[in-house]
């Protein structure tokens, strides 16, 4: 079966700081892999996937995510933190049959 | 995309009494999923919907007590029954099955307290 570990249960950054949310999974077909975001109140967001065309993926609001099989990793990167970028961060596989299987999430805090 | 809505956005009820929860989808979707997110936890699979046929229900999920319907390719319900406090949970669908990637699209949520 699939799986996601995200290290790290909350992130403290700096405002215009480097944000680093870390993603390994475990998969034994190639994966399909996703960042979503989820507002305090709010629903999930997605922030971008991979889907095996380009290893570097790009996402809304300035984030991106590498995917690396040697380390079978799919870290999420954004180099300038923004206050508005405060939220919970959920990393996720797919599984088969259109399901998704979700990480515990990475809470990210901004501080000024 | 496909954006989607739920009814009611929160609600508050009592213990032993049932709650239905709607999912609207503005386009039309292959799959509909419903989670359940205890508070600060992550998302938990209840079931997928299927239309024209039952849905398929997770382990520890169960018909009896989360009946869902999925009556055509954009609507679908979840009826939290005979609730006790420790449902309580935030209650989310989706919608997927659009692109050839499995990703899929949420609704806002349902916000549940039982008291």
């Known amino acids: 079966a699939q799986s996601v570990t995200q290290l790290g249960s909350h992130v403290s950054v700096s405002e215009g700081a480097l944000v680093l949310l870390r993603c390994n999974y475990s998969?034994?077909?190639?994966?399909?892999l996703f960042w979503y975001v989820q507002y305090p109140n709010q629903g999930l967001q997605l922030l971008l996937k991979?889907?095996?065309?380009?290893?570097l993926v790009k996402g809304i609001n300035g984030f991106e995510a590498e995917f690396k099989k040697s380390e079978t990793s799919f870290h999420l990167t954004k180099p300038s933190a923004h206050m508005s970028d405060a939220a919970e961060y959920f990393c996720?596989?797919?599984?088969?049959?259109?399901?998704?299987?979700f990480g515990t999430g990475t809470r990210l805090l901004v501080s000024p | 995309s496909a954006v989607i809505s739920q009814k009611p956005s929160r609600d508050i009820c009592q213990r032993g009494t049932s709650l239905t929860i709607q999912c609207q989808v503005d386009?039309?979707?292959?799959?509909m999923f419903w989670y359940r997110q205890q508070p600060g936890q992550s998302l938990t699979l209840i079931a997928t919907?299927?239309?024209?046929?039952?849905?398929?229900?997770e382990s520890g999920f169960v018909i009896d007590k989360f009946p869902i319907s999925r009556p055509n390719l954009t609507f679908s319900t979840l009826t939290v029954s005979n609730m006790s406090p420790e449902d309580s949970s935030i209650y989310l669908c989706?919608?997927?099955?659009?692109?050839?990637?499995?990703?899929?699209?949420f609704g806002p949520g349902t916000r549940l307290t039982v008291l």
């Open positions: 989706s919608g997927g099955g659009t692109s050839g990637y499995n990703e899929q699209f």
């Open positions: 991979y889907t095996s065309a380009a290893t």
């Open positions: 919907a299927n239309q024209g046929s039952e849905a398929t229900y």
């Open positions: 386009s039309q979707v292959t799959m």
């Open positions: 996720a596989v797919s599984e088969g049959f259109q399901k998704l299987v």
């Open positions: 998969s034994s077909v190639p994966p399909y």
